[in-house]
């Protein structure tokens, strides 16, 4: 039952991201959490994260914004570290705690700036704002110790990057530079692989690449408007039950 429950969580959080180019990580991490475990869920996500990435980036090539890109990498990598020192010093349920809070604040704060336009403006210069810095420094955070640091980034990105598919490309480059140094790290480290996680990646590809396949396919079909108001939702929901189940284990 956990392994069916655990590959229907993947399955759909990893068809989503093939949509949107964000929220796989971040929307499965609540449940493989308790099927799995926190490190294990993590390691496995950040795999399965960067595969996905890989496709994307190769798909979506010509609509990388490298300016855009650049400035989010930059402000993201200062974070990145200090992610990866909380991964390993705070016990699991903190974090958990820490990672729902978030996800429940952005997912309410997406729901209401999504639903009041059909499309985001542009972000100028002149909106490149501290408190826009100091949330893609959070983004980086958060990203180093769960491997999902999409939430914080997503709010300047949903208006540095209107276009469906330049948003998707150009934040699936991100992950999947942050991606390989958080599996590198854990390479060096001797960390990552070992046979649990080999049996975890084995069942997971399978229905991951139909995720992406699909997702893929409906990309340029699914209202990114009305879909995204779907995604916060899940996003909210998620970081409830992440919250709660993990309150009960303090």
């Known amino acids: 039952m956990k392994l069916f429950i655990s590959a229907f969580v993947v399955f759909c959080t990893h068809l989503l991201e093939a949509i949107t180019g964000f929220g796989s990580s971040v929307l499965a991490l609540p449940f493989l959490n308790v099927t799995l475990g926190l490190r294990m869920a993590v390691q496995m996500l950040c795999v399965l994260s960067w595969v996905m990435a890989l496709y994307i980036v190769i ?4 609509d990388l914004v490298w300016k855009e890109f650049i400035f989010i ?4 990598a200062l974070g990145l570290p200090v992610g990866m020192w909380i991964f390993d010093k705070l016990p699991a349920p903190i ?3 820490i990672l729902g809070t978030f996800m429940v604040a952005v997912g309410i704060r997406g729901e209401i700036t999504t639903a009041k336009k059909d499309s985001p403006t542009p972000v100028t210069p002149a909106k490149r704002s ?5 949330l893609l420094f959070g983004g980086g955070i958060i990203q180093g110790a769960f ?3 999409g939430p914080f980034i997503v709010i300047y990105s949903a ?3 209107p276009e469906k598919r330049v948003f998707r490309g150009t934040l699936s480059m991100l ?3 942050m991606n390989t140094i958080r599996l590198v790290s854990w390479g060096i480290t001797g960390e990552l692989w070992n046979m649990e996680l080999a049996k975890c990646l084995m069942w997971s590809f399978p229905v991951v ?5 699909i997702g893929d396919h409906l990309h340029n079909k699914v209202s990114e408007h009305h879909f995204k108001i779907g995604v916060y939702a899940v996003l909210i929901i998620s970081g409830i039950f992440m919250v709660v189940a993990n309150a009960m284990k303090l």
Do not use: E, N, P
């Not at 798909?59 to 010509?62: L, V």
């Not at 990498?73 to 993201?76: D, E, L, P, R």
């Not at 501290?130 to 100091?134: A, H, I, N, P, T």
């Open 95 to 97: 974090l958990c705690l």
């Open 59 to 62: 798909r979506s090539w010509k």
């Open 130 to 134: 501290f408190l826009m810095k100091l």
């Open 209 to 213: 690449i139909a995720g992406i396949l």
């Open 159 to 161: 208006k540095a990057l």
């Open 175 to 177: 992950w999947l530079s």
């Open 147 to 149: 491997g999902s640091g």
């Open 73 to 76: 990498v930059c402000y993201v």
